[in-house]
Structures are given as C-alpha cells and as structure tokens.
Nanobody, 122 residues
Framework: QVQLEESGGGLVQAGDSLRLYCAASGRTVGSYYIAWFRRAPGKEREFLAS????????KYAEAVKGRFTISRDNAKSTVALQMNSLRPEDTAVYFCAADTSSTYVRTSPTFWGQGTQVTVSS
C-alpha cells in the first residue's frame, strides 16, 4: 500500500510558477513509479508526467513538455512538479498517483492522492 498526499496548490496569475509536492508513504514506496495527472472542469483526467523509482526516467505529456518538470527525492519520499509559465487553461485539480508498472502509472495507476487545486487567473 502507498499513501499519497499532494500540496502546493493555490491561486496564481498567468505566467507565474508553482511547485506541487506529492508526499508518499508506505513500506515499499521506493519501488513505485509516480505520476502527476490533472482534471480540469468538464474535461477528462489528463496525464502530465511520470518518474521512475530512482528518478532517472521521466516522461511528459506533449501539452506540458518544456513547461513542467517532475523530480523525485527518495530520501524525503517526495515527488515534485515544477510548473512554469502557467496559463489559465492549466486550471485544474492536480493529483499524484503511483503504480509498480511504468505503463500503468501513466494510464491507470493503482494508488491516488486526494488532489490539490491550482487556479490560474488571466
């Protein structure tokens, strides 16, 4: 079992940056791939980025490549999502998720956090 808790969301202006955190806990958390997703109002859940167990393999959705960066600190059991040049269309609830599979973590991860709201004003 893995427990995930997001933090760092808030209200920012277009062009600002924001850093989200995912705190992971559980006996074998270091064995899990971690991903970030978001769900905007009226839209489907969207994969954003994922990172491997050791932080050496990162994958990004085309929509955020170059603006968002995922990183992992296993010593602190945290995964961060640095978001730059934010746009109003980035407004959404952001979730972190975990799975032992590098494929499923991007499509249908097993464990989810509760989410954190990010609102970008124009």
């Amino acid at each position: 079992q893995v427990q995930l808790e997001e933090s760092g969301g808030g209200l920012v202006q277009a062009g600002d940056s924001l850093r989200l955190y995912c705190a992971a806990s559980g006996r074998t958390v270091g064995s899990y791939y971690i991903a970030w997703f978001r769900r905007a109002p009226g839209k489907e859940r969207e994969f954003l980025a994922s990172v491997s167990e050791y932080g050496d393999i990162r994958k990004y959705a085309e929509a955020v490549k170059g603006r968002f960066t995922i990183s992992r600190d296993n010593a602190k059991s945290t995964v961060a999502l640095q978001m730059n040049s934010l746009r109003p269309e980035d407004t959404a609830v952001y979730f972190c998720a975990a799975d032992t599979s590098s494929t499923y973590v991007r499509t249908s991860p097993t464990f989810w956090g509760q989410g954190t709201q990010v609102t970008v004003s124009s």
